[in-house]
């Protein structure tokens, strides 16, 4: 009787402990999730010591970033205006007295006799029509003295402003006639420089289109050939 019940005990303890080896062998394998359904998983720690390096980085530090073919003050500024249309009629430069605008543009009617393109229109022309299209800006051909201008379209000249220049010693003024109404960016009395914007070209007074009527008066009052005048002084410094 003793002899068969320790072979049953010997079995029974190998089962107990081939049962333990195989739960702690799923422990193990398994994530914590699988074993305890209820458990919220932790993300991993990472240690310096574990591998993991470290850099500090000091407030003071600064970095030097090298841009390669840049300097400051190098880049081409942008043309203030879009031409609509321009032309090969004349060069102009930057200098002491220039062009109405920066580019050579359409010149549609020169100075002297002509037909007259309107009723009420002269059979002589006073100045240049010149037409780079509707809104392009004016410039002041000269530092000056503004002398008169006229904001409204109350005239055969429109919109116009006239300059006082000193030229050679000599009084000088430019004539700018049909500009756009609320384009007028001066007034009498005013000091301008040579480029600052007079207007923009519009279709105001006895115009037939939009076009800048421009006049060079000499002594303030007689009309010249303006393209004859300033093809002589606007060149290369």
């Known amino acids: 009787m003793r002899a068969a019940t320790k072979p049953l005990r010997q079995r029974a303890f190998a089962s107990t402990a081939i049962a333990?080896?195989?739960?702690?062998?799923?422990?193990?394998?398994?994530?914590?999730?699988?074993?305890?359904?209820?458990?919220?998983?932790?993300?991993?720690?990472?240690?310096?010591?574990?591998?993991?390096?470290?850099?500090?980085?000091?407030?003071?530090?600064?970095?030097?970033?090298?841009?390669?073919?840049?300097?400051?003050?190098?880049?081409p500024r942008p043309a203030p205006f879009a031409y609509s249309q321009t032309a090969g009629t004349y060069m102009n430069y930057l200098g002491p007295i220039q062009w109405p605008f920066?580019?050579?543009?359409?010149?549609?009617?020169?100075?002297?006799?002509?037909?007259?393109?309107?009723?009420?229109?002269?059979s002589f022309h006073k100045g240049l029509d010149m037409n780079p299209g509707v809104g392009t800006p004016i410039?002041?051909?000269?530092?000056?003295?503004?002398?008169?201008?006229?904001?409204?379209?109350?005239?055969?000249?429109?919109?116009?402003?006239?300059?006082?220049?000193?030229v050679d010693g000599r009084l000088v003024s430019s004539l700018y006639a049909h500009m756009q109404e609320g384009s007028l960016a001066l007034r009498p009395g005013q000091p301008v420089v040579v480029g600052q914007q007079v207007g923009s070209v519009g279709n105001t007074g006895q115009s037939t289109g939009p076009h800048l009527h421009f006049e060079i008066l000499l002594d303030g009052v007689?009309?010249?050939?303006?393209?004859?005048?300033?093809?002589?002084?606007?060149?290369p410094l």
């Not at 310096?48 to 841009?67: D, E, I, Y």
């Open 20 to 75: 333990f080896v195989a739960l702690l062998t799923v422990s193990v394998s398994l994530p914590a999730l699988a074993v305890n359904p209820g458990a919220v998983a932790e993300p991993p720690h990472h240690s310096v010591a574990a591998g993991v390096q470290s850099l500090p980085v000091s407030a003071a530090a600064s970095v030097t970033v090298q841009r390669d073919g840049y300097k400051v003050g190098t880049a």
């Open 102 to 122: 920066l580019t050579g543009v359409p010149i549609s009617t020169y100075f002297g006799p002509r037909v007259p393109p309107c009723g009420g229109c002269s």
């Open 139 to 166: 410039q002041a051909i000269a530092d000056g003295v503004v002398r008169e201008v006229s904001s409204t379209d109350k005239s055969g000249l429109g919109v116009y402003a006239i300059i006082d220049h000193r």
């Open 222 to 235: 007689t009309p010249t050939d303006p393209f004859a005048w300033l093809t002589t002084r606007v060149g």
